[in-house]
């Protein structure tokens, strides 16, 4: 059932709404940083959360949570674990499309995600962050007075993806004609189904044969699971629930819909995942159901 709450012209910034899911998955990316047997590399993570301001968050990604419930120590872990592989599949995603000579990077939906930042990136690489007009200037200017800049050229977007982000991206210098390795991570559930469908659509039109896409679908936790971190955040002042924020409704398989639009692609379960980095012991875990992995070839 779609939350009520959703509009097809709402907004936010990195404390609210949508965005402060982008700050949550920061929290976790910088936890999961810290972990001595790290998969990842995210030095950026933890002094964005803080730049945000949300206590709550700033206090996760600091790994306060050693005096908690177990059942919260439980749920936050559970996500930094989903952060870790999650992040680390995107990052390997992309390092083998460069590799492979792809010079041209376009991540939808951006978020808090600092790979443009991070990363290693390939002399000529080009690369266009997409999000909110808030989003997008909090993040910049966040990096830029911590002195962090990419060793990519980086064109940072301010649209709403509902709207018509394929001429915004052209005016800001992207070649159609290029090949391109697009980024689709934590978006897609945010996005009506018919709107996933033309955000597609738009991307196979600006793709050209050799280009490739990593895209992701998820499930959040059920309002129970979550239950003793929610009561703990709202008791901070943080009430977001991502579970109210996505459409639950019936949606085209990323797959078929992409084998149908002149890619072929495979899917990796979440459960793959996490066997393939030693976290077994979360594979049946509720918190991770109907998780699922895309990477795809323009054909």
Not at 50 to 66: K, N, Q, T
Not at 69 to 78: A, E, F, H, S, T
Not at 140 to 155: I, M, Q, Y
Not at 157 to 182: E, H, K, M, S
Request: proline share 5%.
């Amino acid at each position: 059932m779609t939350v009520e709450h959703r509009t097809d012209t709402d907004t936010w910034d990195p404390g609210t709404g949508v965005g402060a899911t982008a700050t949550l998955v920061a929290a976790a990316r910088a936890v999961a940083a810290a972990s001595p047997d790290a998969l990842i590399d995210d030095p950026l993570a933890r002094p964005l959360v803080h730049a945000v301001g949300v206590a709550e968050l700033s206090r996760w990604a600091d790994g306060d949570v050693d005096d908690e419930d177990p059942d919260v120590q439980w749920v936050l872990r559970g996500f930094v674990d989903l952060m870790a592989v999650r992040t680390r599949f995107f990052d390997d995603f992309l390092h083998e499309a460069t590799e492979a000579g792809i010079r041209q990077v376009v991540n939808l939906a951006s978020g808090l995600d600092a790979r443009s930042y991070r990363m290693d990136w390939p002399g000529g690489t080009r690369i266009f962050e997409l999000d909110q007009a808030s989003v997008i200037g909090f993040k910049t200017t966040t990096l830029a007075d911590l002195g962090v800049d990419s060793s990519a050229e980086l064109h940072a977007i301010a649209v709403d993806l509902r709207q018509d982000w394929p001429a915004a991206l052209r005016a800001n210098g992207f070649d159609a004609q290029a090949p391109t390795v697009w980024l689709i991570e934590g978006l897609l559930p945010f996005l009506r189904p018919d709107a996933q469908d033309r955000l597609l659509d738009a991307v196979s039109e600006l793709s050209v044969s050799g280009s490739r896409l990593g895209a992701e679908m998820f499930v959040p936790p059920s309002r129970e699971l979550m239950a003793p971190v929610t009561r703990r955040w709202q008791s901070g002042g943080f009430s977001v629930q991502p579970r109210d924020l996505v459409y639950d409704e019936d949606r085209t398989d990323v797959t078929v819909y992409l084998n149908a639009h002149g890619w072929s692609s495979s899917a990796t379960p979440m459960r793959t995942l996490l066997a393939r980095h030693g976290l077994t012991h979360r594979s049946e875990d509720p918190l991770f159901t109907g998780n699922c992995y895309y990477t795809a070839a323009r054909v």
